[in-house]
């Protein structure tokens, strides 16, 4: 997402990116292999074996500078369930990096038993520490010690409140819904003022100003749940082998002023604003998700914004000086008018299900890059990487039989990509269809990337049928 989503700005740009695009005439021209290199740059993959998920592929292409977006990858610790997650800052990458470094922890809280957190409350820091395994596609940045010790006071406090509220009965929705409330709550309540330490003010200040929208997958089993707060999406891929047909559906809804059933609740609740909540298509004329974690500034009670903007006026350090000009939105009544509650759809795979894609909305938004394409791109992508594999006939196979997979693995032939790894694949696409097209793209200045496309990250977590169809059997 922009740094600045004023719509007056982001308008014209928009137009610009796509009625016109960067002239792949007058622009730089790179060659295929510099554009190759520069493509694969951030891609990772790690493959896993006796298990639902077989294999898992990331990248991300900037936009802005630094990247507002983030991604990680992580198993809940000593199981086989897994945790997707991507989220898209907007104003700064502070709250999308928190987010990214902190909500699996507070997931792993909100699903734990009540022996798991009374020795979470026991060991302290370093067991929360061990509350899930990073996959070999994450990278865990540290944090100051001044900061590790204010997240983990409410971390603490989170333990405690889950030990005292403890319900057997909890179920996987609530869980997930309890872990990014309680996560957003905390971004908030951190941003006080700590007398003594303006700088360290200033971090969880600007962590709660800045926002992220985040889109998380938890699959147990069978059973998968994405949560989902703002525009990031997922969609499953489904394959009928009688068709020989790739099939895309979504699991998440985006929050945004283009879906009725979201302007909805947001008219439900503030019920006599709706003539100046909603402008130009974004929440005060400004914020285009409807829903997402930090943008205190749409949380706070107005007496709160005003105090910190009093503390920022009085204040002879640097730190706060942004927000000694601090600007409410006009006619702000009844905050809050932002929260961090997801949308939490449950789905059961089948052995028709290959893959699982999640990426922020760089990528939906590119031209033409459809959910049906998406999921047609990746499916074309695996078909056409499995004719690198070695052929070997199952024993007894019947001359017909082998005959039809060699023709199929011909046709496949001619879907082989450049990139082996699908989700530098899916970047490609989006940028355009053409070299000329994704040349000029990647050749902008960096001053202008942004007036034509955004931060694109994208996860693909590839399933094992044969695993599936086993389960099935066995459950």
Same mark, same amino acid.
């Given at each position: 997402m922009a740094t600045s989503r004023? =719509?007056?700005? #982001?308008?014209? =740009?928009?137009? +610009?990116?796509v009625v016109h695009g960067p002239d792949p005439h007058e622009s730089p021209r790179l060659t295929p292999q510099m554009v190759t290199s520069i493509l694969k740059m951030n891609e990772k993959s790690t493959s896993h074996t006796g298990g639902i998920v077989k294999e898992v592929q990331v990248n991300y292409l900037p936009a802005n500078k630094p990247i507002e977006d983030r991604h990680i990858e992580a198993k809940l610790a000593g199981t086989n369930k897994y945790l997707f997650g991507v989220f898209d800052g907007h104003a700064g990458c502070a709250c999308a990096q928190a987010v990214k470094e902190r909500l699996f922890k507070y997931i792993a809280i909100a699903m734990a038993k009540t022996d798991q957190l009374n020795h979470l409350?026991?060991?302290?820091?370093?067991?929360a520490d061990k509350l899930v395994e990073y996959l070999q596609t994450?990278?865990?940045?540290?944090?100051?010690? %001044?900061? &590790?010790? @204010?997240?983990?006071?409410?971390?603490?406090?989170?333990?405690?409140?889950?030990?005292?509220?403890?319900?057997?009965?909890t179920n996987i929705e609530e869980a997930l819904t309890n872990a990014f409330m309680r996560l957003d709550q905390d971004i908030s309540t951190e941003a006080g003022f700590h007398p003594?330490?303006?700088?360290?003010?200033?971090?969880?200040? !600007?962590?709660?100003?800045?926002?992220? $929208?985040?889109? #998380?997958? =938890?699959?147990?089993?069978?059973? +998968?749940?994405? &949560?989902?707060?703002?525009?990031?999406?997922? @969609?499953?891929?489904?394959?009928?082998?009688?068709?020989?047909?790739?099939?895309?559906?979504? +699991?998440?809804?985006?929050?945004?002023?283009?879906?009725?059933?979201?302007?909805?609740?947001?008219?439900? *609740?503030?019920?006599?604003?709706?003539n100046n909540i909603l402008r130009y298509g974004r929440l005060f004329g400004e914020l285009m998700p409807l829903r997402a974690f930090g943008d205190v500034r749409y949380k706070w009670q107005k007496r709160d914004l005003l105090h910190l903007r009093k503390i920022a006026g009085q204040s002879s350090n640097s730190y706060f000086s942004m927000y000694k000009d601090l600007k409410l939105p006009g006619r702000y009544r009844t905050p809050p008018y932002l929260d961090?509650?997801?949308?939490? @759809? *449950?789905?059961?795979?089948?052995?028709? %299900?290959?893959?699982?894609?999640?990426?922020?909305?760089?990528?939906?938004?590119?031209?033409?890059?459809?959910?049906?394409?998406?999921?047609?791109?990746?499916?074309?992508?695996?078909?056409?990487?499995? $004719?690198?594999?070695?052929?070997?006939?199952?024993e007894g196979a019947l001359l017909g039989t082998i005959n039809e997979t060699l023709r199929k *693995?011909?046709?496949?032939? &001619?879907?082989?990509?450049?990139?082996? !790894?699908?989700?530098?694949h899916l970047l490609r696409h989006a940028l355009g269809l053409e070299h000329g097209q994704i040349s000029?793209?990647?050749?902008?200045?960096?001053?202008?990337?942004?007036?034509?496309?955004? %931060?694109?990250? @994208?996860?693909? #977590?590839?399933?094992d049928p044969e695993f599936i169809m086993d389960y099935s059997r066995k459950h």
């Open positions: 004023w =719509f007056s700005l #982001v308008q014209p =740009f928009y137009k +610009l990116r409350y026991q060991e302290g820091a370093t067991a994450s990278t865990v940045e540290s944090v100051s010690s %001044d900061l &590790a010790g @204010i997240h983990w006071q409410s971390m603490l406090q989170f333990i405690q409140d889950s030990m005292d509220m403890y319900c057997m009965d003594g330490d303006e700088g360290l003010s200033a971090d969880l200040v !600007n962590i709660a100003f800045s926002g992220a $929208v985040g889109c #998380v997958a =938890f699959i147990d089993g069978l059973d +998968l749940y994405v &949560a989902n707060v703002g525009d990031s999406q997922a @969609i499953i891929g489904s394959h009928s082998t009688e068709s020989e047909t790739w099939h895309a559906s979504y +699991l998440s809804h985006k929050h945004d002023a283009e879906n009725p059933d979201e302007v909805k609740r947001l008219f439900a *609740r503030h019920p006599n604003e709706s961090a509650q997801p949308e939490v @759809i *449950r789905y059961r795979l089948s052995p028709r %299900d290959r893959f699982l894609v999640i990426a922020s909305d760089g990528l939906w938004d590119s031209d033409g890059m459809t959910a049906d394409k998406v999921v047609s791109l990746v499916g074309h992508h695996t078909e056409g990487q499995q $004719v690198l594999t070695h052929f070997r006939p199952p *693995r011909k046709q496949n032939l &001619a879907k082989r990509a450049v990139d082996k !790894n699908v989700t530098t000029a793209q990647l050749a902008l200045p960096e001053k202008l990337v942004r007036d034509y496309r955004d %931060d694109i990250t @994208i996860t693909v #977590v590839y399933f």
